[in-house]
């Protein structure tokens, strides 16, 4: 959910006796297990923008077992208006100390038309925004490798879906 949360542009709310305030998902999560939040503050809300009815979904995500956490992936949307892409919107999990949005991805995606997506150019994006780590379950060389063919596999199943249901 975090992921998705960064992804899709989601605003954290926070209550406190001092107040409600609203924090954007892309300035929320600090570091491991640390988030924006006050010591006397509690989430109470997470409101999502609305995406147009047809959007794509992209997930992807390697675990070592189903239900485990994810050594690598990402989450996203793509909003297509007359054959070109709209609106974007994708995070990776587990590339780094918080989910990190694809920015350059997101960025370069905006206009290209379906068709002409390079979907490994668009991979190379997203993993330069990233920091993965070494630990005991994976090394950052790993989650970058893998990051990358899932990710470039991903984007290109996703609009060739897109493009057998045009």
């Not at 406190?16 to 297990?33: E, K, M, N």
């Amino acid at each position: 959910m975090p992921a998705t949360a960064v992804a899709l542009d989601a605003v954290i709310e926070a209550r406190s006796v001092r107040g409600t305030r609203t924090i954007a998902a892309r300035d929320f999560y600090l570091g491991p297990y640390m988030t924006a939040l006050e010591p006397d503050e509690i989430l109470t809300g997470i409101s999502y923008p609305t995406w147009p009815e047809r959007h794509l979904v992209l997930f992807r995500e390697v675990a070592q077992r189903p239900g485990d956490f994810a050594l690598v992936g990402f989450v996203g949307a793509l909003a297509v208006e007359d054959g070109r892409i709209a609106r974007t919107g994708i995070a990776w999990l587990g590339m780094g100390p918080t989910p990190i949005a694809a920015r350059q991805a997101e960025q370069a995606l905006l206009g290209c038309p379906v068709g002409q997506v390079d979907a490994r150019a668009m991979a190379e994006l997203a993993i330069a925004d990233t920091s993965p780590f070494d630990d005991r379950h994976a090394s950052a060389h790993y989650r970058r490798s893998v990051g990358l063919r899932i990710f470039e596999q991903g984007l290109r199943d996703t609009l060739e879906i897109r493009n057998l249901a045009a």
